[in-house]
């Protein structure tokens, strides 16, 4: 358990933000498996000053999602305080300040990671949030724009000193995007530093990772985002490996359901196949029926596919 200004988290591990990934059944999915809280993907402040119907969206959960923080993104001070104010209505738990969005559209126009490169402005953007909500505020962040300008230690502290009440660290540059290893001694350097709690990220790949992060940096927390795709067991001391066809295929089943009720039973179906594919990885197949389940658009086809041909179904560990 810890706690962010007055919100109490119940766990250590978390699922990470992503978006096009960590919508409402997905983060409902993770926490079934013992997810901490839920995160929303990042929604763009310059949409949400209009109440763009397509943002305000992205911020839909069900009441079974607390705590939840909703996250931000932008690289205009005003913007980005009005939509928090905004997004308040919703009742958020906790809000986030994305700082560590690598694309070229987000960071090279100063949000995102972007603002890694202004953190005296970033740290005015946390005070600015403050003065306008009453929920915590707090900012995940990478460690640096380049190899040449890792200022994750004066980041950390301007924002704590501005009043973000817990920071996330993505042990990467803005330049290494989703290359190379995560640097955790430097996310351990933030943590022995911070008064504030401090979550790491990074590359984990097991319950038994995670825990060993969080003992090695004495981590408040730690987020856990690609390798939980498909594998909201990661949360848990349950090994996906260990789990009969029938066991993933139950969870798989429950997910998509929800993805339906959330989307449409066509376009949920479709944005589940990116999770569907992770599911079924580490799994043999016939890849006829798999192709086929990958292309099925209603929802009764799917069922009545998943659970066709006893031969096409048996799922081999490899
Ligand atoms: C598809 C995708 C979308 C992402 N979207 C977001 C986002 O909206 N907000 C955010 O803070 N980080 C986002 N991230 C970064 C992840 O939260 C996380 O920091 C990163 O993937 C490293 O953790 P991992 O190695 O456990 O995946 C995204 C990552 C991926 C792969």
Sequence with gaps: MIRIGNVVIPGRISLSPMAGISDSPTRRICRKFGAAFSFTEFVNTD????????AMKLFHYEPDERPITFQIFGNRLENIAQAAEIIQELKPDIIDLNMGCSTR???????????????????????????????????????GWDSQSKNYLEVAHILE???AQAITVHGRTKEMAYTGLADWEAIGEVKAKAKIPIFGNGDISSFQEANQKLRTYALDGVLIGRNAIGNPWIF?????????WEEIREVLLQHALWMTEEFGEEFGLVLFRKHLVKYLSGLEFDPRWKSELLEIREWNRFEDLIFSDKEKTQAVLV
Excluded: F, N, Q
């Design 47 to 54: 949409e949400l000053v209009h109440r763009a119907p397509k």
């Design 105 to 143: 559209k987000v960071s090279l126009r100063g949000a995102g990671a972007g603002l890694l490169r202004r953190p005296t402005y970033a740290g005015k953007i946390i005070e600015a949030i403050k003065k306008r909500v009453s929920v915590p505020v707090t900012a995940k962040i990478r460690i």
């Design 161 to 163: 000193e501005s009043g």
């Design 236 to 244: 848990s001391p349950i090994l996906k490996r260990e789990l009969s």
